[in-house]
């Protein structure tokens, strides 16, 4: 079964910024890429694979910050 992560990230500001975060939540075991836009991205994930913590520390070791999106 996969949860939904809806992520708010700062410091993108184009299609360079989307195709970087796109790469690093490709690279997170566990993770589907849903969609991202710039300041935004929505994936999929096994909560028994990896957690939302580590899918936002995937953002941010590519220059951005990156947090859980408030509900």
Same mark, same amino acid.
């Given at each position: 079964?996969?949860?939904?992560?809806?992520?708010?990230?700062?410091?993108?500001?184009?299609?360079?910024?989307?195709?970087?975060?796109?790469?690093?939540?490709?690279?997170?075991? &566990?993770?589907?890429?849903?969609?991202?836009?710039? &300041?935004?991205?929505?994936?999929?994930?096994?909560?028994?694979?990896?957690?939302?913590?580590?899918?936002?520390?995937?953002?941010?070791?590519?220059?951005?910050?990156?947090?859980?999106?408030?509900?």
């Amino acid at each position: 079964m996969a949860d939904e992560l809806n992520l708010t990230i700062y410091g993108m500001s184009c299609d360079h910024c989307v195709n970087r975060v796109k790469a690093a939540l490709n690279k997170v075991a &566990g993770v589907q890429v849903e969609d991202v836009k710039v &300041g935004s991205a929505r994936v999929s994930y096994n909560p028994g694979t990896t957690s939302p913590e580590q899918i936002a520390a995937a953002v941010t070791n590519v220059g951005y910050d990156a947090a859980p999106a408030a509900r």
